[in-house]
C-alpha cells in the first residue's frame, strides 16, 4: 500500500473556510482505480497556524502516480489556487510505502 500526504499550514483564522472548501469539493476519487481510502487530519495549532494533514490511501505508488496525470487530478485540483491566501506557505508532500507486518 501507498499513503501519499500532504501537510498544509492554515492561517489561523481560516481553518473553517479552509475545512468547507475540502468538506465540499468532489475530490474525483471514487471509482479510481488503486484508490482505498481519504482522511483529512487536523493537528495542533501553533502562534501563526493549524496544521492539516491530507491522507489518500492507494494500492501502489503506480496506481496514485496514474491519477496524478489523470484528468480526475485536474478536475479535483482546479479550484485549490485561488485560496492561496488561506496558507502559510505551500503545501508539503510526503509520499510512504507502507510496511506490512510491523
Known sequence: MYVAMNRFHVLRGSE??????WRDRDSHLEGTPGFLEFRMLRGASGENHTLYISQSRWKD??????????DNFRRAHRDVGGAREMYDGPPVFE???ALEGI
Open 95 to 97: 509520499g510512504c510505502e
Open 61 to 70: 505508488e503506480a496506481t496514485f502516480r496514474d491519477w496524478m496525470t489523470s
Open 16 to 21: 473553517e473556510a479552509f475545512e468547507t472548501l
